[in-house]
Nanobody, 119 residues
Framework: QVQVVESGGGLVHPGGSLKLSCAAS????????MSWYRQAPGKEREWVAR???????NYAVAVKGRFTISRENNNNTVSLQMNSLKPEDTAVYYC?????????????WGQGTQVIVSS
């Protein structure tokens, strides 16, 4: 079994910064990639950023230049540094981890962490 846990959400003023973390644990042979998604009230879940453990990093247009996804020293943890936050960044942020276990690739979701950008 694999657990994916996000942390770091909260309330921040427009223009401020926040750092989210996502930790995967459990029966993990290796991690293929980890991604961040978000879902604002009344909207569909949308992809935000992805880091492939081979090195490729991609961002959604809406966050490029403001958000940075990176791996932490703990190989099973990724962070999302969010700068210059806007009210439209308000959402529940979810981590998705695609993990190899016994030669099969599985996708796991965390429970989400709330980010509110408001004055």
């Amino acid at each position: 079994q694999v657990q994916v846990v996000e942390s770091g959400g909260g309330l921040v003023h427009p223009g401020g910064s926040l750092k989210l973390s996502c930790a995967a644990s459990g029966n993990i042979d290796s991690i293929n990639d980890m991604s961040w998604y978000r879902q604002a009230p009344g909207k569909e879940r949308e992809w935000v950023a992805r880091i492939i453990y081979g090195g490729t990093i991609n961002y959604a247009v809406a966050v490029k230049g403001r958000f940075t996804i990176s791996r932490e020293n703990n190989n099973n943890t990724v962070s999302l540094q969010m700068n210059s936050l806007k009210p439209e960044d308000t959402a529940v942020y979810y981590c998705n981890a695609r993990i190899w276990s016994e030669s099969l690739l599985y996708a796991y979701w965390g429970q989400g962490t709330q980010v509110i950008v408001s004055s």
